[in-house]
């Protein structure tokens, strides 16, 4: 899922006290796990910028909303009404959503309320840690589930650096090496002969290098 | 019953900051479980104690039913302090 983190509120403040009206929306699915963008924390954020307007003697007009996503049109026909009668727009989503939004309301100013950070999965409660770059040539198969495009802090293909020091990347006790992490699933797979093959350089037009990526389904 | 005078509006305009006027009183809003808090408010009501008026309560099915958004919508009306209970 899509990881972001609240942006600091007087950043939010500064972006939207200008405006009479803002609807403060939410989007309901990966940013609402993390607990930084869903419906919920709209409402939150919508009261406390009110609250900021009285302590300033701004006279804003916050509303709050959100729909399950705002990456997809279909998700937005329960909201035309309010966001067509918004004079701006501040969006929890990740920044899909706010540039989706952005180009579907032409002339609404859209604010993104979140700073997007990584895709990541839920360790734990509360806790998220980034596992792809969607990079678009998937390694995975070869090096034991671990991704090095992601978790090694150098990119490495046929890793590790010499700097892997008990299990921990060279930049930080806190981060484990993730050609440690390779070696040790391929040992317990059984595959550890695999290490020892060299993997090619990649294809990294497959990656950003080749501009903004889109795919096509044929048939709809 | 709550009188029309003790009920806590929507704020009617901006507010500015002011001196805390003479004998200013905060005004407190206590939410409570039906269950355990507001039944002890009520055991203390027929013991014939009192609590001071600027405190209101608000009686939940349960302190779990208790929201953020309830707090802040609080704070957004004026009051000055939440009471959790239960
Ligand atoms: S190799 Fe590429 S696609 Fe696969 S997990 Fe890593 S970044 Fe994502
Ligand atoms: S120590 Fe491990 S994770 Fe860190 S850069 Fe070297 S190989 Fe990559």
Redesign the interface.
């Known amino acids: 899922m899509i990881v972001g983190e609240q942006k600091p509120f007087d950043e939010v403040w500064e972006m939207v006290k200008g405006h009479k009206q803002l609807t403060v929306f939410g989007c309901n699915t990966c940013v609402a796990v993390c607990h930084q963008g869903g419906n919920?924390e709209a409402?939150?954020l919508a009261?406390?910028l009110?609250?900021r307007?009285?302590?300033e003697?701004?006279?804003i007009e916050i509303v709050d909303g959100g729909i399950e996503r705002q990456c997809e049109h279909p998700f937005f026909e329960s909201a035309q009404e309010v966001l067509k009668e918004s004079e701006a727009v501040l969006s929890l989503a990740c920044g899909i959503g706010v540039q989706f939004m952005a180009q579907k309301y032409k002339t609404t100013p859209i604010y993104p309320a979140l700073n997007t950070t990584f895709l990541g999965d839920v360790q734990e409660d509360g806790y998220f840690t980034e596992k792809c770059q969607a990079c678009g040539d998937c390694v995975l198969g070869v090096t034991g589930g671990v991704c090095p495009v992601t978790r090694c802090c150098k990119r490495l293909f046929n890793g590790p650096c010499g700097g892997s020091t008990n299990g921990k990347c060279e930049i930080s006790k806190d981060i484990d090496c993730a050609w440690q992490l390779v070696v040790d699933r391929l040992e317990a797979l059984g595959k550890i002969k695999d290490y020892e093959k060299i993997t090619p350089v990649k294809d990294w037009s497959k990656d950003r290098a080749g501009g903004p990526r889109s795919f096509k389904l044929e048939g709809f | 019953m709550t009188a029309e005078s003790e009920k806590i509006e929507e704020?009617k305009g901006?507010?500015?900051?002011q001196d805390i006027p003479d004998g200013w009183q905060a005004n407190i809003i206590a939410f409570a479980c039906h269950y355990c808090a507001f039944a002890a408010a009520d055991l203390a009501g027929v013991m014939r104690l009192s609590y001071p008026a600027n405190v209101k309560v608000v009686r939940l099915p349960c302190t779990g039913k208790l929201d953020?958004?309830y707090l802040?919508?609080a704070?957004?009306r004026g009051v000055d302090g939440v009471f959790a209970a239960g």
């Open positions: 919920k409402e939150i009261s406390l009110k609250m307007a009285t302590q003697g701004v006279d | 704020p901006l507010e500015t900051p953020q958004i802040l919508r704070f957004e």
